[in-house]
């Protein structure tokens, strides 16, 4: 398959911008919405306590110190960013204001990142702010794969479906992205197994996706031995087709490095860059990652956060608190035991918002051993069309 984007790397920060969404997700991990949006006074201040703080995630002195030394990503989330598009502008207005004036080193390095559900293209406001930061600002949009599943999961208020909603704007969206360069976040639930290759083929040939970011929720799906039956008969037919469109189409679910698992490498690292991506929450306190702000814990009483915009960044040991929940601490026995468990993902801070704690999910560990099998079967199949060589004499990972 064809490589996957280059992210742009550094700082990740996030400014939940609104509580509010205009769609009812049926998976949606963002549990207890209220309507409410980010004051732009906590933005600011926000932005003045990452601008003037040199180690703001505590991160001086770890194995994340790099980050600091990159650029700064200003991720943008909801309910759906695009609902208040004059507050993001206004905040990435005063955010260049400030930063040139500081002379900071992000005053030019910098990005926007916005994941939305692609149904509010049709505000002029919102085509207009994505026209003026169009050098700097990356907008996904996320599309589960065919109608029949899209249209089950990604639904209005009133149950019905929203992609004939995105499809009517697709083609204006695709040529202010640029068409080789779009990439779906595309989520899967116990519903889309029997959907999973049926969407990648519509996510490619439909919609002309040539970067498929797919992934199950982390959450207990209770499926079943013939929901795994089916899921292993859907990868199976997958990977055929991902082998036939191999010059043009990534998926991440196969992809070489994420896809195909081997036993514990790295018992001193956790899974994502939670610890070390600061979240602004509409309440004004700073949390880990956006896993742990309030709209998504299962009890409001449940709180983590790492400071707040009126006294700065006052709890930062506990962004390294996050970050030591490694592999080797929190698995239980069977995941230490796992032979495919160096690509095997978890939430630690969907874990927290679940128990108020700590731990490893397991709910997709049949899941993911589906998956390192089928990833492991494409990239066999593909050195054998392609003449190259993905694995070494043990079986393990080439990655070039």
Same mark, same amino acid.
């Given at each position: 398959?064809?490589?996957?984007?280059?992210?742009? /790397?550094?700082?990740?920060?996030?400014?939940? +911008?609104? /509580?509010?969404?205009?769609?009812?997700?049926?998976?949606?991990?963002? +549990?207890?919405?209220?309507?409410?949006?980010?004051?732009?006074?906590?933005?600011?201040?926000?932005?003045?306590? @990452?601008?003037?703080?040199?180690?703001?995630?505590?991160?001086?002195?770890?194995?994340?110190?790099?980050?600091?030394?990159?650029?700064?990503?200003?991720?943008?989330?909801?309910?759906?960013?695009?609902? +208040?598009?004059?507050?993001?502008?206004?905040?990435?207005?005063?955010?260049?204001?400030?930063?040139?004036?500081?002379?900071?080193?992000?005053?030019?390095?910098?990005?926007?990142?916005?994941?939305?559900?692609?149904?509010?293209?049709?505000?002029?406001?919102?085509?207009?702010?994505?026209?003026?930061?169009?050098?700097?600002?990356?907008?996904?949009?996320?599309?589960?794969?065919?109608?029949?599943?899209?249209?089950?999961?990604?639904?209005?208020?009133?149950?019905?479906?929203?992609?004939?909603?995105?499809?009517?704007?697709?083609?204006?969206?695709?040529?202010?992205?640029?068409?080789?360069?779009?990439?779906?976040?595309?989520?899967?639930?116990?519903?889309?197994?029997?959907?999973?290759?049926?969407?990648?083929?519509?996510?490619? /040939?439909?919609?002309?996706?040539?970067?498929?970011?797919?992934?199950?929720?982390?959450?207990?799906?209770?499926?079943?031995?013939?929901?795994?039956?089916?899921?292993?008969?859907?990868?199976?037919?997958?990977?055929?087709? @991902?082998?036939?469109?191999?010059?043009?189409?990534?998926?991440?679910?196969?992809?070489?490095?994420?896809?195909?698992?081997?036993?514990?490498?790295?018992?001193?690292?956790?899974?994502?860059?939670?610890?070390?991506?600061?979240?602004?929450?509409?309440?004004?306190? @700073?949390?880990?990652?956006?896993?742990?702000?309030?709209?998504?814990?299962?009890?409001?009483?449940?709180?983590?956060?790492?400071?707040?915009?009126?006294?700065?960044?006052?709890?930062?040991?506990?962004?390294?608190? +996050?970050?030591?929940?490694?592999?080797?601490?929190?698995?239980?026995?069977?995941?230490? /035991?796992?032979?495919?468990?160096?690509?095997?993902?978890?939430?630690?801070?969907?874990?927290?918002?679940?128990?108020?704690?700590?731990?490893?999910?397991?709910?997709?560990?049949?899941?993911?051993?589906?998956?390192?099998?089928?990833?492991?079967?494409?990239?066999?199949?593909?050195?054998?069309?392609?003449?190259?060589?993905?694995?070494?004499?043990?079986?393990?990972?080439?990655?070039?």
């Amino acid at each position: 398959m064809i490589p996957a984007i280059k992210n742009y /790397e550094g700082l990740n920060i996030t400014f939940q +911008v609104t /509580e509010d969404c205009n769609l009812r997700c049926k998976y949606c991990y963002e +549990v207890d919405k209220k309507p409410g949006d980010l004051p732009l006074e906590y933005a600011r201040k926000f932005i003045d306590i @990452i601008l003037t703080d040199e180690d703001p995630i505590n991160a001086k002195g770890t194995d994340s110190e790099w980050i600091l030394k990159r650029g700064l990503i200003m991720d943008f989330i909801g309910g759906d960013a695009l609902m +208040v598009p004059g507050l993001l502008d206004k905040i990435l207005t005063y955010y260049q204001y400030r930063a040139v004036s500081l002379g900071h080193k992000w005053a030019y390095r910098w990005r926007a990142s916005i994941s939305s559900n692609g149904t509010l293209f049709d505000n002029p406001g919102v085509r207009d702010f994505m026209m003026k930061y169009r050098d700097n600002l990356s907008v996904g949009v996320s599309v589960d794969g065919c109608p029949e599943i899209h249209d089950a999961n990604r639904v209005w208020k009133d149950g019905s479906g929203t992609m004939k909603d995105i499809l009517k704007w697709w083609d204006w969206y695709m040529e202010w992205h640029g068409a080789d360069s779009v990439a779906t976040k595309a989520t899967c639930n116990k519903d889309t197994i029997p959907y999973l290759f049926k969407s990648i083929k519509f996510l490619h /040939e439909e919609m002309r996706l040539k970067h498929v970011n797919i992934n199950f929720i982390f959450e207990d799906m209770h499926l079943t031995d013939d929901d795994l039956k089916l899921l292993d008969g859907e990868m199976e037919r997958c990977v055929e087709y @991902i082998l036939e469109h191999r010059h043009d189409l990534h998926v991440s679910m196969f992809d070489k490095g994420f896809g195909i698992g081997g036993p514990m490498r790295d018992p001193d690292k956790g899974w994502c860059g939670s610890g070390s991506m600061p979240c602004l929450s509409i309440n004004g306190k @700073i949390y880990p990652c956006f896993r742990f702000s309030p709209n998504t814990m299962h009890s409001r009483d449940l709180d983590f956060s790492v400071g707040d915009v009126w006294e700065g960044l006052s709890r930062k040991e506990r962004f390294e608190t +996050v970050r030591q929940q490694t592999r080797k601490k929190i698995s239980p026995p069977k995941c230490l /035991e796992c032979p495919v468990e160096s690509a095997c993902a978890w939430c630690i801070g969907g874990a927290f918002a679940e128990r108020g704690e700590f731990y490893r999910q397991v709910n997709i560990c049949e899941v993911h051993k589906l998956q390192s099998k089928w990833s492991r079967r494409y990239w066999e199949e593909y050195d054998k069309l392609e003449g190259t060589r993905s694995f070494d004499e043990k079986g393990e990972v080439v990655l070039a």
